[in-house]
């Protein structure tokens, strides 16, 4: 069984400064999304990586996907309180069109 | 553009009635549709997943089904909610094939409380 696993699970910081949240895996995915997600809304995908030490950039936020396709982080420079949200990573196999979703990184950007 | 129509937002309902929430694609077609809930915030749990009229896997056995009458139309249903059932429901579709980059769009939710 494929799993996701996201850390941490919660962050709280202040309002400037920078963080890293991870995705992690023991499976091969062929390709990792991040979805944000924020109170009573449905996720919204932020960016999909396909190919193994993929680095794609949206502004301040950055996300890497690791060489070997079982893993991935965000990060995010000079945080503001916009970023506020629920992220989750998800993967897709090699096998039909589901992918699986970690459990989510909660984060709190204090103003 | 494509658009995806999920309802109602919020619904309480008593134990033991039924449910029947809808949700409806615009804009494309022969989408893989799929619904999901999502306890406190947190991760997504698959329910149900469809890839084409009539075509149902169900991820979770569970007091739930789900039936796609329609191409775009995919109806989450319950002939008795227990108190378990209740929490955020969404529905999502993509498109077919390989190309990942389109991801999930999902629905703006559902938010179900059986009391």
């Known amino acids: 069984t494929q799993l996701l696993e996201q850390s941490p699970q919660f962050l709280s910081i202040q309002e400037g400064e920078n963080l890293t949240v991870y995705c992690n895996s023991s499976s091969v995915f062929s390709s990792l999304q991040w979805y944000r997600q924020e109170p009573g809304e449905g996720p919204v995908l932020l960016v999909t990586?396909?190919?193994?030490?993929e680095v794609k950039k949206l502004k301040r936020l950055t996300f890497q996907f690791g060489d070997a396709r079982k893993d991935s982080s965000l990060h995010i420079t000079a945080a503001q309180p916009g970023d506020t949200g629920l992220y989750l990573c998800?993967?897709?196999?090699?096998?039909?069109?589901?992918?699986?979703f970690g459990k989510g990184t909660r984060l709190h950007i204090l103003p | 553009s494509q658009t995806i129509h999920q309802w109602p937002a919020t619904l309480v309902q008593p134990v033991g009635s039924p449910l029947s929430l809808e949700c409806t694609v615009e804009?494309?077609?022969?989408?893989?549709l799929y619904w999901y809930r999502q306890a406190a915030g947190r991760g997504l749990q698959l329910l149900f997943y469809s890839v084409g009229i009539g075509q149902i896997s169900s991820e979770v056995p569970q007091n739930l089904s789900a039936s796609r009458p329609q191409d775009r139309q995919f109806i989450l249903s319950s002939k008795k909610l227990l108190l378990s059932d209740s929490g955020f429901y969404l529905c999502?579709?993509?498109?077919?094939?390989?190309?990942?980059?389109?991801?999930?769009?999902f629905g703006s939710g559902t938010r179900l409380t059986v009391v």
């Open positions: 998800a993967g897709g196999g090699n096998r039909d069109d589901k992918i699986i």
């Open positions: 804009g494309t077609s022969n989408p893989n």
């Open positions: 999502a579709w993509s498109r077919k094939g390989p190309d990942r980059k389109h991801g999930y769009t």
């Open positions: 990586v396909v190919t193994g030490g």
